[in-house]
């Protein structure tokens, strides 16, 4: 007696499964620039799952643009107190001249917000791919050597969780640069800090997918037929392991904005004639709150809160779209239609 396997509550089998063939088929077919990592989940998404991404993109392209195009956008200098000869008032508020308004020292908000970008993207940047590149190849690498090799490293990850990363960047920010630092060395302490402090999630993330999938079959028939070791590690291995990476990659690249705002809070950040840095901006606006001036603490910290919830709004939906547990599935009739048309 032949047992078939039951159906899935909401799908409709065999048909379900032949427009997803012939889509999965469409796809492959379609040209590389189709086939990019955002714009193939921009494709693939839809609802909700769609306006959460699409959101994200705007944000985080915004993010970028004005970093790219800050001297274009911003007004003035980030540490520019007059024009002309001319001195900008002490906590102006916005207006047709300053379009955000003025600090206590008489910087331009609108100008120190946009220069802003730059630094942020500079420590994201750097933090994450540094921190990604190391923690795949030490994780890869363990996984697959094991041995003596494997639990030192373990071991070494372990330890790793054990510090707080805003304490080892404020470590980090006193021993690089003694606490206050010119553009590079703050950027350089935020990213050298939480490059130690994240290398062990891709460690453990990839050395765990490693694992298992070097007991796979085609792993094993890859090793019978002589295959060398960095070609099955690099190529067997390591594209079938990376699948929950860009979710890691987009939380570590809003944790690296947010660690560097509370350097720069806590005061151990950029020093604000070297560059502008929104952490900073927060803490010197915190005796204007009381003062009822609410314009040079609430447009840093939006930019914040901005920066953060487009990459993280990618990074979540990206990772529900490559889970078929969690894609929403568009409606079977669309899907038919498509792949007939």
């Known amino acids: 007696m032949t047992l078939s396997n039951p159906v899935p509550p909401g799908e409709g089998g065999a048909d379900d499964l032949s427009v997803e063939s012939a889509t999965v088929a469409a796809t492959a077919r379609s040209p590389w620039y189709l086939r990019l990592p955002v714009v193939s989940h921009l494709r693939r998404s839809v609802g909700l799952q769609r306006g959460m991404l699409v959101t994200g993109l705007v944000l985080v392209i915004g993010l970028l643009l004005t970093a790219l195009f800050a001297p274009l956008l911003a007004p003035y200098g980030f540490a520019d107190t007059g024009v002309d000869g001319v001195k900008f008032g002490g ?62 490293l373990v071991m070494l990850a372990d330890a790793i969780y054990a510090f707080p990363s805003l304490l080892l960047a404020i470590v980090m920010s006193i021993v690089i640069s003694g ?34 999938l ?10 019978v037929i002589g295959t060398g070791h960095r070609r099955v590690m690099g190529t067997h291995l390591l594209r079938n392991s990376t699948r929950t990476l860009p979710l890691i990659f987009t ?38 709150a009381t003062s009822g001036i609410w314009w040079t603490g609430m447009f840093p910290g939006l930019a914040i809160v901005a920066a953060v919830l487009g990459v993280t709004l990618v990074g979540e939906s990206i990772n529900d779209l490559n889970d078929p547990r969690l894609r929403t599935r568009k409606k079977r009739s669309r899907a038919q239609k498509k792949v007939a048309a």
């Open 214 to 223: 070097k007991a796979e079959p085609f792993v094993e028939a890859a090793k």
């Open 179 to 212: 606490g206050q630092s010119g553009a590079w060395g703050g950027i350089l302490a935020a990213a050298i800090s939480i490059t130690v402090v994240f290398v062990p999630q891709y460690f453990r993330v990839i050395r765990a997918e490693v694992v298992r």
């Open 251 to 288: 939380l570590n690249s809003s944790e690296a904005i947010l660690t560097l705002a509370a350097l720069g809070f806590l005061g151990f950040g950029i020093e604000p004639t070297s560059a502008s840095e929104w952490g900073y901006d927060l803490n010197r606006a915190m005796s204007d």
């Open 91 to 152: 906590q102006q508020p916005p207006s047709a001249e300053h379009l955000l308004g003025t600090t206590v020292t008489g910087f331009d908000v609108l100008s120190r917000v946009i220069w802003g970008t730059r630094t942020a993207v500079a420590v994201m940047v750097c933090a994450v791919v540094a921190s990604l590149f190391l923690g795949v190849a030490l994780g890869l690498l363990s996984g697959y050597v094991g041995g003596w090799l494997d639990r030192v």
